[in-house]
């Protein structure tokens, strides 16, 4: 389980794994700004008794992954006219997804993306159809203006800095996952701080989010190539939640041929202890429903 590195281009991508790599392989993308270590050990650990080789990875410029600091995030004036001039695309960022499955010798995986991680996994779905064995989306959406947006309220969340101090760091993590989770869970303030901890001591870049937030603004509605996808698919969307509204994984799984839709009341943007087992019984039936062999038909 310690951390390892794969050289993908000109980026090195940081990533962990749980269980047998002779188990089929899920790889498991986060969202934007956030460390794989949001995916909880305790998470990726069941998921892994569950019979499968599970990857996280550090998106680039999060983490221990490469912070391309080189590369100036585009202001806020520009995010805000959806500006298609990014510093890198959501394809680059499924590219680096592929670079640590071709690491570790893997020919094909089931995609498990959360937020921004599902867009990811969208576009490797897409992309790179041949390397997608199944897809979970978890409160994500299509890249649509028309749907899963976020409430106002949320701007000021997301767009305060966090503050360069470790205490502060924690505590600013600990209540805005508080304040973007819902009402039908405890918000785990345990494991919100264990990640926020964890989060601050393997190292941060306040400017990465920002170039991270310029690649999804900048991509285009996915809706007609999603329309093309053929892989097993399940979407899951909290209820209550106002970062990605719901629209958007209705959008999702309207859009994806055959994909069964799983919305979690009370849930918000996040995942609480307690929807883990929806959840994973939900990524274990996906991937269960792409290893099923197809019946022949009889005449």
């Not at 995030?73 to 695309?89: D, E, F, G, S």
Request: glycine share 12%; aromatic share 6%.
């Amino acid at each position: 389980m310690s951390e390892q590195f794969a050289r993908v281009g000109d980026v090195d991508i940081c990533f962990e794994t749980f269980g047998d790599a002779g188990d089929p392989a899920i790889l498991l993308i986060m969202g934007l700004g956030t460390q794989m270590v949001a995916w909880h050990d305790d998470f990726c650990t069941e998921l892994a008794g569950r019979g499968f080789f599970v990857i996280r990875h550090d998106n680039r410029d999060i983490g221990r992954s490469t912070h391309l600091r080189q590369l100036e995030p585009p202001p806020l004036w520009k995010l805000a006219i959806r500006n298609r001039n990014a510093p890198y695309t959501l394809a680059d960022m499924a590219g680096d997804s592929i670079g640590v499955l071709d690491h570790l010798g893997i020919e094909k995986a089931h995609l498990v993306g959360a937020s921004m991680g599902g867009m990811i996994a969208q576009t490797i779905a897409i992309r790179h159809p041949e390397r997608a064995l199944s897809l979970v989306s978890i409160f994500s959406n299509t890249g649509s203006f028309w749907s899963g947006q976020p409430a106002l309220s949320m701007y000021a969340v997301l767009l305060r800095p966090a503050p360069r101090d470790r205490e502060g760091f924690i505590e600013h993590g600990v209540k805005m996952f508080t304040k973007i989770g819902g009402s039908g869970y405890e918000p785990g303030i345990e494991d919100l701080r264990t990640i926020a901890e964890r989060s601050f001591d393997r190292g941060g870049d306040p400017a990465g989010p920002g170039r991270q937030l310029a690649a999804i603004v900048a991509d285009r509605d996915r809706s007609p190539q999603l329309r093309r996808l053929t892989l097993p698919t399940t979407v899951i969307h909290g209820t209550e939640d106002k970062l990605i509204r719901r629209s958007g994984g209705r959008a999702t799984a309207k859009a994806i041929p055959g994909a069964r839709l799983i919305e979690i009341e009370g849930m918000g943007h996040g995942l609480p202890r307690g929807a883990w087992p929806q959840i994973l019984d939900a990524i274990e039936a996906t991937a269960l429903r792409a290893q099923a062999p197809v019946s022949s038909a009889r005449g």
